[in-house]
């Protein structure tokens, strides 16, 4: 079952905070978080494993809710190299899952001077 | 440091056409690899995955097969191309488990 996430797209000022979220209905076992710019590939951005973990770069921290089987991105004070398109992948049980992720749509989160 | 190999970057093929895609990885032994392919607009579709030679996981039946010849090689292939084939094509690899996924730069097909 496919992650939600949410909002489907945000416009920002550079300097103004965002939040995404990614819903699960499904248990989770971990949360990625990746970043694709337009005609690019995905790159990592940070993984969170069950336990109620927050995680920061930066700029960029995320949040796991694992009874509410959600996810929620924080980026604070943008810049316009945070420009792109963001997605989830929500994991099951490392043992039997190999690692599989299943991505949320994505969020399309455009950062103006 | 490991890097992951695609090619070709851009691919115009007709339909009913047959389809060879190939993934390399460097600098890692024994990695999972996966195949994802991207519509215009929407999120990755995982298409299969490998946890070692020979061994190949489909998670969508459609025109589409996969085999890993090698350790750190992953082959994308199809016998006849449908136009609904077409989209944004990504290999990728990780180390075993719940660990971050790494992209190779695509393959953009479009099917005529």
């Known amino acids: 079952q496919q992650p939600v996430q949410s909002p489907q797209a945000v416009i920002l000022r550079e300097g103004e905070d965002a939040v995404i979220n990614c819903s699960s209905s499904?248990?989770?076992?971990?949360v990625h978080w990746y970043r694709q710019k337009h005609g690019e590939a995905p790159v990592f951005l940070m993984i969170l494993l069950k336990g109620g973990e927050q995680k920061g770069h930066e700029k960029i921290s995320a949040s796991f809710n694992e009874k509410k089987q959600q996810s929620s991105l924080y980026l604070t004070a943008s810049q316009l190299s945070y420009s792109g398109t963001y997605f989830c992948g929500t994991g099951g049980a490392g043992g039997t899952s190999y690692g599989k992720l299943t991505f949320g749509q994505g969020t399309i989160l455009t950062v103006h001077p | 440091s490991q890097t992951i190999h695609q090619w070709p970057a851009t691919l115009v093929q007709p339909v009913g056409s047959p389809l060879s895609l190939e993934c390399t990885v460097e600098?890692?032994?024994?990695?999972?690899l996966y195949w994802y392919r991207q519509a215009a607009g929407r999120g990755l579709q995982l298409l299969f995955y490998?946890?070692?030679?020979?061994?190949i996981s489909s998670e969508v039946p459609q025109n589409l097969s996969a085999s890993r010849p090698q350790d750190r090689q992953f082959i994308l292939s199809s016998k006849k191309l449908l136009l609904s084939d077409s989209g944004f094509y990504l290999c990728?690899?990780?180390?075993?488990?719940?660990?971050?996924?790494?992209f190779g730069d695509g393959t953009r097909l479009s099917i005529l």
């Open positions: 600098g890692t032994s024994n990695p999972n």
């Open positions: 499904k248990a989770l076992y971990s």
């Open positions: 490998s946890v070692g030679i020979g061994q």
């Open positions: 990728a690899w990780s180390t075993r488990g719940n660990q971050p996924q790494h």
